[in-house]
């Protein structure tokens, strides 16, 4: 059963440092793995998406890296700004039903 | 231009009662979700429908029924509401669907928070 963990469960930091948020899976066997970010009270929001073949992604200030057989992922936010503050989800794609499993979610608050 | 729409936004009803949550997406993609977040923040699948056809039902009580009319919508029917159906419910769409495109990426929509009294 996949299971999918998201480390540190919070974070803060002074507006423009560079920060990784970490996601961890179990199993290694998936589709591809997509990083949302939620904003309080609102839907989700989805950033990046990488694919099984591919190592990372990138979208302006955010990179994602993504190696299976470690069954990691990271999300590189560079130059930290305000607008950041969110809880960032990772989610695995793991089978042919398609159903995304989530992790635990990181919550992030940049201080100005 | 709302690519995935649900409504209501907040739903706050009695136990026993009966509601139900819409959700259209006009995307023009082939699969449709329903996620329920709990209040400790979980996303859970619930649901997916890939051209109206069922693919995905999660264990969830029979008390929830989906029903998708056409490919772009997808209703969620939850009948002798209990408290702890209170949650948000967040729909979702993606382009492939079942067949598990590596590509195939989720676009979800703003929630219904459904309170149960």
């Known amino acids: 059963k996949q299971e999918v963990t998201q480390i540190p469960a919070a974070l803060s930091v002074p507006e423009g440092e560079n920060l990784v948020l970490n996601c961890s899976f179990t199993?290694?066997?998936?589709?591809?793995l997509q990083w949302f970010r939620q904003d309080p009270g609102k839907g989700l929001t989805s950033l990046l998406l990488?694919?099984?073949?591919?190592r990372e992604q990138t979208s302006g200030r955010l990179n994602a890296s993504l190696d299976k057989s470690s069954g990691r992922s990271t999300l590189y936010i560079a130059a930290s700004q305000p607008g950041d503050s969110a809880t960032y989800l990772c989610?695995?794609?793991?089978?042919?039903?398609?159903?995304?499993?989530f992790g635990t979610g990181t919550l992030l608050a940049v201080q100005p | 231009d709302t690519a995935v729409s649900q409504t209501p936004k907040y739903l706050v009803t009695q136990m026993g009662n009966d509601k139900s949550i819409k959700c259209e997406q006009n995307?023009?993609?082939?699969?449709m979700y329903w996620y329920k977040q709990d209040s400790k923040k979980f996303l859970k699948i619930m649901f997916s429908?890939?051209?109206?056809?069922?693919?995905i039902n999660e264990t969830v009580p029979n008390r929830f029924s989906p029903k998708s009319p056409d490919k772009a919508h997808l209703n969620l029917h939850i009948n002798s509401l209990e408290l702890g159906d209170s949650a948000v419910y967040f729909c979702?769409?993606?382009?492939?669907?079942?067949?598990?495109?590596?590509?195939?990426?989720?676009?979800f929509g703003p929630g219904t928070r459904l309170t149960v009294l």
């Open positions: 989610a695995v794609n793991g089978g042919a039903t398609n159903k995304l499993i």
């Open positions: 199993d290694s066997a998936i589709y591809n």
């Open positions: 429908y890939n051209n109206k056809e069922l693919i």
């Open positions: 995307l023009g993609h082939d699969t």
């Open positions: 990488i694919q099984s073949s591919q």
């Open positions: 979702a769409s993606s382009q492939f669907g079942f067949n598990g495109r590596s590509k195939d990426e989720q676009f």
